[in-house]
């Protein structure tokens, strides 16, 4: 197809271009994949695709825009006023495991190839657009942080390093099962393990030690 065949229709062309990107970034990964790669799968030429982005990596980071997204909707589901606050933590990390079950692809997108050189790479607006995702979806587990400090449920801590570190510690975990020939964990496996990460990460920070958590994930 060519340019100015392509520029009657700028949004058709665009979502074909991202739909591409995105079925070659999920199946073949970052490296994996060259613009040449989307052009072909697209239907268009190659200067044709940079009308709508300037480089891949431009392309890379509206998909884990859009992973981002999908995460921050499911989020955003949980009925933080309504739930206790160890009920809350247990929602918001079987949440979080939730969308690595249901969204495997856009979560090693964004959690395990979008390094700093892509993000540098990347126009300023898709920074700061990936910027804001990342800090709604993290605000939603200092959501939870911030009424355990107030209510001195847990010590004096930071609810932006609290949410930090239990996010890191989980990430963690489900990365390993992220390695190709070096997977060792199952689903099941990792739930397991991201709630006894949780429970020990948890009981640290409690004012009182002998409180308790007790999360199934699997529910």
């Not at 990107?21 to 994949?33: D, I, N, Q």
């Not at 964004?110 to 390094?115: S, Y």
């Not at 892509?118 to 709604?136: D, H, T």
């Not at 609810?159 to 020939?181: D, H, Y």
Request: aromatic share 10%; proline share 3%.
């Amino acid at each position: 197809m060519g340019i100015s065949k392509a520029k009657s229709d700028p949004k058709k062309r665009h979502e074909k271009i991202l739909d591409a990107a995105r079925e070659l970034f999920f199946r073949y990964g970052y490296r994996g994949t060259s613009m040449s790669q989307i052009a072909a799968k697209a239907g268009y030429s190659k200067r044709t695709i940079y009308l709508d982005y300037h480089n891949k990596d431009e392309l890379f980071m509206h998909l884990v825009a859009e992973g981002l997204e999908l995460l921050l909707s499911m989020l955003l589901e949980i009925p933080h006023e309504k739930l206790a606050i160890e009920d809350a933590l247990a929602q918001f990390f079987k949440t979080y495991f939730a969308f690595y079950k249901e969204h495997k692809n856009f979560f090693r997108l964004i959690f395990n190839e979008a390094t700093p050189e892509i993000v540098s790479n990347s126009p300023i607006k898709m920074q700061q657009r990936v910027s804001e995702l990342e800090r709604r979806c993290m605000g939603e587990a200092v959501k939870v942080a911030t009424r355990a400090v107030q209510e001195k449920i847990v010590i004096p801590i930071d609810p932006w390093e609290a949410a930090g570190i239990f996010l890191g510690s989980v990430t963690g975990i489900i990365l390993l099962s992220m390695g190709g020939s070096q997977t060792v964990f199952s689903d099941q496996a990792l739930g397991a393990i991201g709630e006894k990460a949780l429970k020990i990460l948890w009981r640290g920070i409690l004012a009182k030690p002998t409180s308790n958590i007790d999360i199934i994930w699997d529910q």
